[in-house]
Structures are given as C-alpha cells and as structure tokens.
C-alpha cells in the first residue's frame, strides 16, 4: 500500500470513529438516519457539481445500477449499525461490525476479484483479526443486557460492509463513478427509501431535529467523508488492503468508548488495539 493510500484511509478512520460515537449518543433509526442523509446531500451538492463540470463523468444506465445499488446496501448498513447501538456498547458493535467487514472483504477479493495480496499483508489482516476478537472477548462483555443481540446486529453489519465494498469497489473502477458522486448518489438514495418510514412518524421526526439538530448535522456533514476518502484509495489500491486498513478506526472507536463512554477495561482494549496497529503497519509493508 502507498503512503498515499494509507494517508486517506487513516485519515478517514478518525473521522468514521468520531461520527459514530456522535451517532451512538443519539441512537436513532431510521428517522435519524434519513435526516442526516438529507443533511448530507444538501452539504455536498456543491462538491458533487463541481466535480461533475471538471471530470465530465459518464452517468448511464450501468452507472446508476450501481449508485442505486450502493444507496440500497448501504441502507441496510446503517440501519442494523444504529440497532446495534441502541442494543450495546460503542466498544461492543463497532469493532465486531467493522472486523467482520474486512475479513469477509478480503476472502471476496481473494475468491472473485483474484487479487492476491502477499503473505506479509495475510498477515497483516490475520493480527486485524485477533485484535478484534480479544477486544469482543472480556470476561464480562457477555453478561451485559442484549450483548447477544447487538452482537448479531454488528454481525449482520459487518455483512453489508463486505457486501458494499466489493460492489463499490466495482463501481469506481469499472465503471468510473467518481467517489464522491457515488457517495452522494447513496445518501440521496437512502433519503428516499427511508422517507416513507420518517414520515409516517412526523411528530417522532420534529422531536427527533429539535433534540439532536447538532448530532444530525455533525453526522450528515462527517459520515461521508471516510468513505470518500476510502473509495479514492480504492481507485489505485487493490480493495484487500484498503478494506482491512481502515479498520485501524477500532483503535480510536475502543479509546473513544473507553474514556469518552466509560466503558472500561482499557487494558485488555489497548493490547488489543496494539496487535491491530502491528496489522496496519503489516499492511502498509506488505
């Protein structure tokens, strides 16, 4: 992996790990992930023309296949990430959606993209792995109320994050969106799907931006960030090294839930974080 390449992906780990930890206060559904979706389209309109008058990009019937198809997984993404939090903890469902993600990620890439990354990245993503399970596997995680049920949520996450990175993986190489129109593409198409569900509970929806105006807003103008900054890595990076990089937003997921949350039991968090930064470094090398 580039320097270049490592530079966007971590820079978009911070800020994944921060605009969840605004949406784990919150805990909304659908409601609020519609609102920040319309937040989002709204802020990045003028990026989105801007790119669009420079690059010229083709937009056919392929192309919107794809954003359409993005819009519909990435629905599902948020959708079971925000029930997970609202079942557990921040350093519960973040780092087993977010590892579980990677490694179906690459297995994919490996099995129907035929990349083949070396075996000091293999390694790399292995070290990733276990990170994850020691942090998920405390003594007490277990025993908290709905953990179980959370665990399945961040599970069935980690599914919709394979799924959409090898699909949009496809859609800014193939196909030649311009990541930033994909992405907005998406939050354009999650607003409309989730629009019939915000409305049907207007009153919900008026309390819902009266109590969390600055959340929705902080979410909408930060969520699509990473993602952008990921996809344009995966313009020149193969997605098995990308997908697996990103995920060094454990690490400042788990401190964030750590100190900020208070949810203890750093110590055994930061071994765990240790081992996924060795991955990181493993993948940068490898």
């Not at 997970?84 to 490996?110: C, E």
């Not at 000091?120 to 179980?148: E, H, Q, S």
């Not at 454990?250 to 203890?264: D, H, K, P, S």
Request: with cysteine.
């Amino acid at each position: 992996m580039t320097s270049a390449a490592l530079g966007l992906v971590l820079a978009g780990a911070f800020i994944h790990a921060l605009w969840n930890l605004v949406a784990k206060r919150t805990q909304g559904g659908a409601a609020f992930v519609c609102l920040f979706s319309l937040v989002a389209v709204c802020a990045y309109a003028p990026l989105v023309a801007a790119v669009i008058a420079w690059q010229r990009p083709h937009i056919g019937p392929a192309q919107l296949i794809f954003i359409g198809g993005t819009a519909v997984l990435h629905t599902g993404y948020f959708l079971a990430l925000q029930q997970g939090y609202r079942l557990g903890d921040l350093s519960l469902v973040y780092p087993l959606a977010r590892g579980t993600g990677p490694m179906l990620t690459t297995v994919a890439a490996i099995a129907f993209f035929g990349e083949r990354p070396g075996p000091v990245a293999l390694a790399g993503t292995a070290l990733i792995g276990g990170g994850i399970v020691l942090l998920t596997t405390g003594p007490d995680t277990w025993r908290r109320p709905n953990a179980r049920q959370a665990a399945a949520y961040a599970l069935v996450t980690g599914m919709f994050i394979a799924g959409y990175s090898l699909w949009d993986k496809r859609a800014v190489t193939t196909f030649a969106i311009p990541p930033v129109v994909l992405d907005w593409g998406d939050n354009l198409g999650r607003a409309v799907i989730l629009a019939p569900v915000a409305l049907s509970r207007r009153a919900g929806l008026g309390d819902l931006w009266r109590r969390y105006r600055r959340e929705i807003v902080l979410v909408g103008v930060l969520s699509p960030m990473p993602y952008i900054l990921v996809l344009s890595a995966m313009v020149f990076t193969p997605v098995s090294y990308v997908a697996p990089a990103r995920e060094i937003s454990i690490l400042v997921g788990a401190l964030m839930g750590t100190r900020l949350l208070a949810e203890g039991d750093a110590g055994r968090r930061l071994v765990a974080a240790g081992a996924m930064v060795a991955g990181l470094v493993a993948l940068a090398v490898g």
